[in-house]
């Protein structure tokens, strides 16, 4: 059994579903800056994304990198989610993908963190969620019956996703960290799951916190 010590859970809604579009980056950071407003409203995904993606100079199929997401949210902002609804089919049509005038922005500044499991442990309990990217393995696509994936499994770089910190715990004197995913409520337990230290530790790549609101 996990025994919770930060559980930050409350300050999001349902989680969301990607679907097969590489925008896990749009929803791990849209959900965080949604998460630090005064009441859950979901922010425009799809914003988020299409800004990111032309600072990369990419394509829509092509994923997004952390530092253009944050500068994205930064300067260009994010409207509430019908604004610009996520796309959910694919390809997408680059010639109709275009932001519409959108009726509010929401601005938030950003602030690096070391990628350690201490240093997400202490701005969670702060109450602070953090974007993190990491690398995935089998192990991540089915956590346990208590929601924990902790397994010895090789490490691939190539299989990079973005997801929340958004608590911390231990079971069986093992520390672990609450994820929020962006796979929708069926995965893990609705939609979050349990890391443990020795399965996120030496997968962690990047992590950021969205700070003041500009």
């Known amino acids: 059994m ?10 999001f809604g349902v989680a969301r579903d990607q679907n097969p579009r590489p925008t896990c980056m749009a929803f791990a950071a849209s959900d965080t800056h949604a998460a630090l407003r005064p009441a859950w409203t979901p922010l ?10 032309k ?25 509430v989610e019908p604004e610009w609804p996520y796309i959910q089919s694919t390809p997408i049509n680059v010639a109709t993908w275009v932001p519409p005038k959108p009726s509010a922005l929401f601005f938030r500044d ?5 990628a350690g499991l201490q240093d997400l ?4 309990d702060a109450g602070v969620p953090v974007l993190i990217t990491m690398t ?26 973005a997801v929340v910190a958004a608590g911390h715990g231990e079971r069986a004197g093992k520390r672990l960290v609450l994820i929020r995913n962006s796979w929708g409520g069926g995965w893990g337990l609705n939609g979050y799951a349990w890391l443990a230290e020795d399965y996120l530790t030496p997968r962690l790549i990047e992590a950021s916190i969205l700070t003041t609101e500009i």
């Open 110 to 114: 950003h602030e690096a963190c070391k």
């Open 55 to 79: 600072r990369d100079g990419g394509q829509p199929e092509d994923g997004s990198t952390l530092a253009s997401m944050l500068a994205a949210i930064k300067s260009d902002g994010q409207p």
């Open 44 to 53: 425009s995904a799809e914003w988020a994304y299409y800004h990111a993606v």
């Open 136 to 161: 995935l393995s089998n192990a991540f696509y089915l956590p346990d019956t208590d929601g924990v994936v902790d397994r010895n499994e090789a490490i691939d770089p190539k299989r990079r996703h």
């Open 2 to 11: 996990v025994k919770i010590i930060v559980d930050l859970r409350s300050k």
């Open 121 to 124: 442990v202490d701005q969670l």
